[in-house]
């Protein structure tokens, strides 16, 4: 099964709201209101003596102000307050961040390779440096905490241009907070453009195969279905006897990828759904016929660092009973995010829903616990990190106070584990699951 190249999930889904939310005009809908609760107000009525109390404090700054304040900086500040308390998603993007995000799904950029989150006090959380990138290759790890750049500590008025990219060549420091370590340490990193084969794959016995998935773009679908070919055709009879299927430190990306990559091993069933307030976000994909490995057992590698994309991808097939999932609890996040383009070039990226898997479960705050637990080399533990340790983090509906935090899982001993786990599952059929 081959698709057409698709825009990124909040792409498609700002092309339905728009027309809803950003017309000049346009109202927005209105929720029904609760049973008892007809008289209050509507959702859509605008909040006429908070915008009186807002103009009222713009002014008071523009006038009273100890220096002179630029319009738009002042307009800025206070759209990115208006975002700052709903979730660590939601954020407002000047231009160059909107097109960085673009970028980043095409899979070329000029920068240092890594996907972060962007905290309130400025800080960057690093969610997964990619494969085979400057900052995998400066030993950048997961949950890291970058707290300054090129000596200069960050705050939120420091971001107004993506400082972790830059002309190839150059270099910039990092001083990052890693768990573990008494002070703050220096990374040199040196930017390049970064061209990302998000799929790689070799054998790993004969007979068995991996494929390395470092995150969800444009082609990686097409690359996937290429690579898996490829290791089949090594295969006795073209065909393989297993397949272990690497996420770990896969932070997501385009939804699409991740749906296309589960319709290739599903010959039916559902393989994620979204749902959100409004009828508009709300989408369900299911697998067309037709399994590309014919039911060649699969096992699914995931750690801490696996987010998103790569979630959806491990509870489809395992939901579906098509794969186990090896390794440590991901990190939880099943929130889907909605880019609203501005028409400065800036954008506002919302939440506006929460993933599913086949099994009706949401992934938000909660991650998915793996069949078979792996715990790290070394005994080193991502500590806090995970969407449920994120400040202000959206409540997850099957979130759990105190739930175990998974570990990130580095070298090749995992991938030896699941391969061990691969062997004894043979060919024996999968119950379908229904563990979150």
């Known amino acids: 099964m ?43 009525q605008v909040p006429l003596e908070e915008i009186r109390r807002y103009v009222t404090v713009y002014n008071t700054v523009k006038q009273a102000y100890v220096e002179p ?7 800025q500040s206070a759209i990115r307050g208006l975002l700052l308390d709903l979730d660590p998603h939601s954020a407002y993007l000047v231009r160059s961040d909107a097109q960085s995000l673009e970028e980043d799904s095409s899979g070329a950029y000029d920068g240092i390779g ?30 890291d905490l970058i707290v300054a750049i090129d000596g200069k500590p960050l705050t939120p008025d420091s971001l107004g241009e993506n400082p972790l990219r830059g002309e190839p060549g150059s270099s910039t420091v990092l001083t990052v907070q890693r768990e573990g370590q008494a002070k703050p340490i220096d990374i040199t990193v040196k930017r390049e453009t970064i061209r990302i084969s998000s799929v790689r794959g070799r054998m790993l016995e004969p007979g068995y195969g991996y494929l390395r998935i470092s995150t969800f773009q444009a082609d990686t679908a097409n690359d996937f279905v290429r690579q898996l070919d490829e290791l089949s055709a090594q295969a006795a009879d073209k065909r393989l006897r297993g397949l272990v299927l690497d996420l770990r430190s896969n932070p997501g990306g385009l939804l699409t ?45 995931v750690d801490a660092g696996s987010a998103s994309a790569s979630e959806v991808l491990a509870a489809a097939l395992r939901d579906n009973g098509r794969a ?20 400065n070039g800036d954008a506002v990226k919302l939440t506006t829903a929460r993933y599913y898997t086949p099994s009706g479960r949401s992934i938000q705050a909660r991650g998915i616990e793996p069949d078979v637990v792996l715990k790290p080399e070394g005994a080193r533990s ?45 060919n024996k059929p999968l119950a379908a699951s229904a563990k979150p």
């Open 324 to 343: 186990r999932v090896v390794g440590s609890r991901t990190f939880g996040k099943g929130s889907v995010q909605t880019v609203l383009p501005l028409d």
């Open 257 to 301: 990828a991740a749906v296309q990559i589960a319709d290739e091993l599903l010959d039916k069933g559902g393989i994620v759904s979204t749902r959100g307030r409004n009828p508009v976000v709300d989408t369900v994909f299911n697998a067309t016929s037709g399994d590309r490995l014919q039911g060649t057992p699969v096992v699914v590698l």
């Open 382 to 426: 991502a500590g806090s990190y995970s969407e449920s340790a994120l400040p202000g983090h959206l409540r997850g509906e099957q979130e759990t106070a105190g739930q175990g935090v998974g570990d990130v899982l580095d070298g090749e001993g995992p991938i030896t584990a699941a391969l061990g786990v691969l062997k004894t599952q043979g």
């Open 114 to 143: 890594v996907d972060v989150q962007v905290q309130p006090d400025g800080t960057i959380l690093v969610i997964a440096p990619i494969d085979d990138t400057p900052a995998a290759r400066a030993g950048v790890k997961p949950g």
């Open 2 to 44: 081959r698709f057409p190249r698709r825009l990124p999930l909040t792409l498609v889904l700002a092309a339905a709201i728009l027309p809803a939310f950003a017309q000049s005009g346009a109202p927005v809908p209105a929720a029904k209101p609760a049973a008892g609760k007809a008289d209050s107000k509507p959702e859509s």
């Open 69 to 75: 304040v630029d319009d738009r900086k002042l307009m």
